[in-house]
């Protein structure tokens, strides 16, 4: 396993979880960040052991978006590789589901990268904030293309021209993320979760996730014929036959991705 420096990897039977680690600076990201992240989640995506994987944040914070303070130094001054902007394209098209735990700062990058997760769990101590224009910056990670299909396009556009802070109850209200816990509950919370997704059926997972991937770019007609062909193949899957086998018995089903 790689030995990072700015982000820990963690890998539990099918669940990996990727933990953002600066916390000294609420995991503000750098060029060394944005690097080892890519690379990570390039090998999680090839990787067919895994089924789920887990993001969040060490310490009090997620992600600010990029160290301000660290801007000044000679790395932070080199531009971002432009494949690593791809990190979004990562946690949102691999064939795994991605769940973002949200445990507190959630700005500029860091908020792009929230968006591309599947699901996204908060914190109630949570902040978030597009950033981007407090900066005079246009925006980067994707969050015009993914915010409007999480929280509709004029809301996205008001929390991008108008960046002011939201708490966690507000994320919740706008249907940004699924659900927000207290914070003394919040990991134990979230892990139940993914542990829930990583034991679900692995071939129908990632087919669904294909799906909604699919989906956004196909039409009606083209995408139920890819649909109807995946059904028919997770169908006739031996996992099937045992979910099938386990709700007539009333039992757990043991699921091994054939």
Same mark, same amino acid.
């Given at each position: 396993?790689?030995?990072?420096?700015?982000?820990?990897?963690?890998?539990?039977?099918?669940?990996?979880?990727?933990?953002?680690?600066?916390?000294?600076?609420?995991?503000?990201?750098?060029? %060394?960040?944005?690097?080892?992240?890519? =690379?990570? /989640?390039?090998?999680?995506?090839?990787? *067919?052991?895994?089924?789920?994987? +887990? @993001?969040?944040?060490?310490?009090?914070?997620?992600?600010?978006?990029?160290?301000?303070?660290?801007?000044?130094?000679?790395?932070?001054?080199?531009?971002?590789?432009?494949?690593?902007?791809?990190?979004?394209?990562?946690?949102?098209?691999?064939?795994?589901?991605?769940?973002?735990?949200?445990?507190?700062?959630?700005?500029?990058?860091?908020?792009?990268?929230?968006?591309?997760?599947?699901?996204?769990?908060?914190? %109630?101590?949570?902040?978030?904030?597009? =950033?981007? /224009?407090?900066?005079?910056?246009?925006? *980067?990670?994707?969050?015009?293309? +993914? @915010?409007?299909?999480?929280?509709?396009?004029?809301?996205?556009?008001?929390?991008?021209?108008?960046?002011?802070?939201?708490?966690?109850?507000?994320?919740?209200?706008?249907?940004?993320?699924?659900?927000?816990?207290?914070?003394?509950?919040?990991?134990?919370?979230?892990?139940?979760?993914?542990?829930?997704?990583?034991?679900?059926?692995?071939?129908?997972?990632?087919?669904?996730?294909?799906?909604?991937?699919?989906?956004?770019?196909?039409?009606?007609?083209?995408?139920?014929?890819?649909?109807?062909?995946?059904?028919?193949?997770?169908?006739?899957?031996?996992?099937?036959?045992?979910?099938?086998?386990?709700?007539?018995?009333?039992?757990?089903?043991?699921?091994?991705?054939?």
């Amino acid at each position: 396993m790689p030995d990072y420096e700015t982000i820990l990897y963690d890998v539990d039977g099918s669940l990996a979880t990727v933990t953002l680690n600066r916390p000294d600076n609420l995991n503000g990201i750098t060029n %060394a960040m944005m690097r080892e992240l890519y =690379a990570c /989640l390039n090998a999680v995506a090839l990787d *067919d052991s895994i089924r789920v994987v +887990l @993001l969040t944040g060490a310490g009090r914070g997620f992600c600010p978006g990029v160290d301000l303070k660290a801007s000044t130094s000679g790395e932070a001054q080199e531009p971002f590789s432009k494949q690593c902007f791809h990190i979004t394209s990562l946690l949102h098209e691999m064939p795994k589901v991605t769940v973002a735990a949200i445990n507190g700062a959630c700005a500029g990058a860091g908020f792009g990268w929230a968006c591309a997760c599947d699901l996204r769990y908060a914190t %109630a101590r949570a902040v978030f904030n597009s =950033a981007f /224009l407090g900066v005079a910056i246009s925006g *980067d990670m994707a969050g015009p293309w +993914l @915010l409007p299909r999480i929280v509709g396009a004029t809301k996205a556009r008001e929390l991008f021209l108008l960046p002011d802070k939201f708490g966690a109850d507000e994320a919740e209200r706008i249907g940004l993320v699924v659900k927000t816990f207290p914070d003394e509950s919040f990991r134990d919370d979230v892990q139940a979760i993914v542990d829930r997704l990583a034991h679900s059926a692995p071939l129908a997972v990632c087919e669904m996730k294909r799906n909604f991937v699919n989906a956004e770019n196909m039409p009606l007609r083209d995408y139920i014929e890819l649909e109807t062909e995946r059904h028919s193949r997770t169908g006739s899957s031996e996992d099937t036959r045992e979910a099938f086998r386990a709700f007539v018995e009333k039992r757990q089903p043991e699921f091994h991705g054939r």
